[in-house]
């Protein structure tokens, strides 16, 4: 979904992140955004079945398993993850420099 946005953005959204000269394959990407974009939906389709026929899905925070398709046996739901996220989230203090931790 990143790469979609980058595409519809245009350039000008690689050079907010300081990348000056486009890459070829982003230049192309530009010319032709339909066919790039259909690409990235067909691609990331076929990495995203391969990554889920293993039947493993784990969500690790700070080394800690939250998560795991295997032990479970289903996919948590959105909400889920952010309660999982959310209530460890309370078990670190805020840092020195006022900092915190947010979703």
Known sequence: MVLIGLILAGPGALQSLGIQQPP?????AQENK???????FVIGGQIEGQL???????????ENLMWSKLDSGRL???GELKSLV????HHFPTSSD??????
């Open 86 to 89: 959310t209530d460890e989230a």
């Open 76 to 78: 948590p739901s959105l």
């Open 24 to 28: 070829s394959m982003y230049m192309w």
């Open 52 to 62: 889920l026929s293993t039947g493993a899905f784990e969500v690790y925070l700070n």
């Open 34 to 40: 339909f066919t790039a974009i259909i690409l990235l």
């Open 98 to 103: 006022g900092g915190h931790f947010e979703l």
